[in-house]
């Protein structure tokens, strides 16, 4: 990083040029984004800047532009014809805020990116005595190394691409992670606080995930809320981290013939 | 000087949040008998509380049709035997675990014809319940207070993996990896348990299939009975490989080779026109990666 300086004239046409080399060479399925950090107040091009942001439109690149100093027309026109977005930070705690609004995916465009079915290889962790020969480094290796389904070779790390027979390695986990997003749980429902539910059978006086008391003080109900499939009762501090981290309802994973787990697919 | 509470919590506090696998038709076709077992889980629980006097100790059944708590060391609902005769964690267990069973059986009887008789393969045990429910608890220990013990959860599974909680346990998972949770298995079955493996491999824990069920009581005292500080310089089993090998979304078998639809990450055995999750239909003039790069390879 020390020797890292800035020395020249900023040029957006070279960054793009060499952005559109990289992502060129994405298959159709991916999409393709760039996010620009601008502090410059000009650009100075080898060529005809417009050109290259219809070269960009063209692969379908949508680039957007972050920018440090002052808002510049050439940056509004890149990022409206690509279909990004273009601000301009104000101090630093908004220019966090302006890149961390980048962290989520932006919503895909379906005619973008068609959908393709693409063949992955799923590697199975060798034991830690296991020596063999790595492809990535061309020396022995002992120890923890991933197997190529197809042809047998170790690999390091994944997720990656056998050098030898091209299959898309990947592990299980990689893609599981985002599976939270096909089966979102339902938002649960707030247990209204009428005297009768004290008495109603359906009322439990602990919370089905953690066990904590629903009950206030003075052995009234306090706040709870309630899975509409399972309907179990849950405290709120579970209702928080069920929908933000856990992303099971504890309720309908414990019980086999509930109505949940008769129409789940996986 | 440290001052006395704080001194009290030393580094080796542990909250141990133990699923006990009580599937009934993995126990009547097991050659160990579930009460043997029990005796060695109970005399290591046991043991475990004698360590520290603020260690904690929840246990969870994971039943074929229901989990549910059994026991909650730190909990004041606890009450010994009438008698006297046995520590409230042995009569509690014991009585909870009971009761627990006979309802797990009578919640089995509409159904139970298509239970047993669907498929070849015994219904599995509820895994990715007993991880939630564990996970629900252990976010209340870490809300208790600054100071609170180090949790970690163990699983006692010998039912084999059902591919149906696939999508559920590995959330649990991830989960229990973003609360730095390490999830210990102690796996008794047949074959390794793939999602076993990944869970311990991927939360940091320790995954174990004793060789010799007679001395089970030795593997836990001297493997999973460790703390979190302690393991940085004990020497404990090594991996013999994880199995990351993930089950398709068509026939739920385990497939080592498949196809990803790019759009929602499903995985399928064999080629499809379309995808059942997300309802994109392939695009016939794409060709996937595979085939260009045989085109490259033939060139």
């Given at each position: 990083m020390g020797k890292l300086e800035c020395s020249g004239d900023a040029s957006l046409q070279n960054a793009l040029e060499l952005v559109l080399g990289y992502l060129n060479?994405?298959?159709?399925y991916g999409h393709r984004e760039v996010l620009i950090l601008y502090s410059a107040l000009s650009t100075c091009d080898p060529g005809d800047l417009m050109e290259t942001i219809q070269k960009c439109k063209k692969s379908k690149i949508r680039c957007s532009v972050i920018g440090l100093a002052a808002e510049m027309f050439i940056c509004k026109h890149l990022s409206q014809e690509t279909g990004g977005t273009y601000a301009v930070a104000l101090d630093e705690s908004h220019l966090k805020e302006l890149v961390l609004e980048h962290a989520p995916p932006p919503p895909a465009i379906a005619e973008y990116a068609t959908a393709n079915l693409i063949k992955m290889g799923f590697p199975q962790r060798a034991a830690e005595s296991a020596v063999a020969i790595c492809t990535c480094h061309e020396e022995a290796r002992i120890g923890g190394g991933y197997t190529c389904p197809r042809c047998k070779v170790r690999v390091c790390e994944l997720p990656t691409e056998c050098r030898i027979c091209g299959l898309t390695l990947i592990s299980s986990p990689h893609l599981a992670r985002s599976y939270h997003h096909l089966f979102p749980i339902v938002p649960f429902d707030e247990v209204s606080q009428t005297p009768q539910n004290v008495s109603s059978?359906?009322?439990?006086?602990?919370?089905?995930?953690?066990?904590?008391?629903?009950?206030?003080?003075?052995n009234k109900p306090g706040l709870s809320v309630t899975c509409p499939k399972c309907k179990q009762h849950f405290c709120l501090d579970c209702d928080i981290y069920i929908h933000e981290?856990?992303?099971?309802?504890p309720g309908c994973e414990s019980?086999?013939?509930?109505n949940s787990t008769a129409t789940r697919m996986v | 000087m440290p001052s006395a509470p704080s001194k009290l919590y030393?580094?080796?506090v542990s909250l141990l949040v133990v699923t006990l696998d009580t599937n009934p038709f993995f126990w009547s076709t097991f050659s160990f008998p579930f009460s043997e077992f029990l005796s060695h889980v109970l005399a290591f629980l046991n043991s475990i509380l004698l360590l520290s006097q603020l260690n904690q100790v929840v246990v969870i059944a994971t039943g074929c049709n229901s989990c549910t708590y059994?026991?909650?060391?730190?909990?004041?609902k606890s009450h010994g035997s009438t008698s006297g005769s046995m520590p409230s964690l042995y009569s509690d267990l014991l009585h909870n675990l009971e009761v627990f069973l006979a309802r797990d059986q009578q919640l089995a009887k509409p159904w139970g014809n298509a239970a047993a008789g669907g498929g070849g393969a015994p219904p599995s045990s509820l895994l990715s319940g007993s991880l939630s429910m564990a996970l629900c608890y252990i976010q209340r220990a870490f809300r208790s207070?600054?100071?609170h013990p180090q949790p970690r959860i163990l699983c006692l599974q010998g039912s084999a993996d059902g591919p149906e909680q696939y999508v559920a346990i590995m959330n649990s998972i991830f989960s229990a990896q973003h609360s730095t949770v390490p999830i210990d298995s102690c796996y008794i079955g047949s074959n390794n348990s793939a999602f076993l493996q990944q869970a311990s491999y991927i939360t940091g824990g320790i995954y174990y299939r004793p060789?010799?069920?007679?001395?089970l009581f030795q593997y836990f005292s001297t493997v999973?009975?460790?703390d979190l500080h302690s393991r940085a310089f004990l020497r404990l089993p090594k991996s013999v490989?994880?199995?990351f090998r993930a089950s398709c979304f068509c026939h739920k078998q385990t497939i080592d080779m498949g196809y990803v639809c790019s759009v929602c990450l499903s995985i399928f055995c064999e080629h499809h026109?379309?995808?059942?999750?997300?309802g994109s239909v392939f695009g016939q003039s794409q060709s996937n990666v595979a085939s260009s790069t045989n085109r490259k390879r033939k060139a």
């Open positions: 060479q994405i298959p159709s059978h359906g009322f439990s006086s602990d919370c089905f995930g953690c066990q904590q008391s629903l009950l206030s003080q003075g981290s856990l992303h099971n309802c019980f086999r013939h509930s | 030393s580094d080796d059994l026991y909650d060391s730190s909990s004041d207070g600054p100071i060789p010799h069920l007679d001395g999973f009975a460790t490989g994880v199995d026109d379309k995808c059942s999750t997300c």
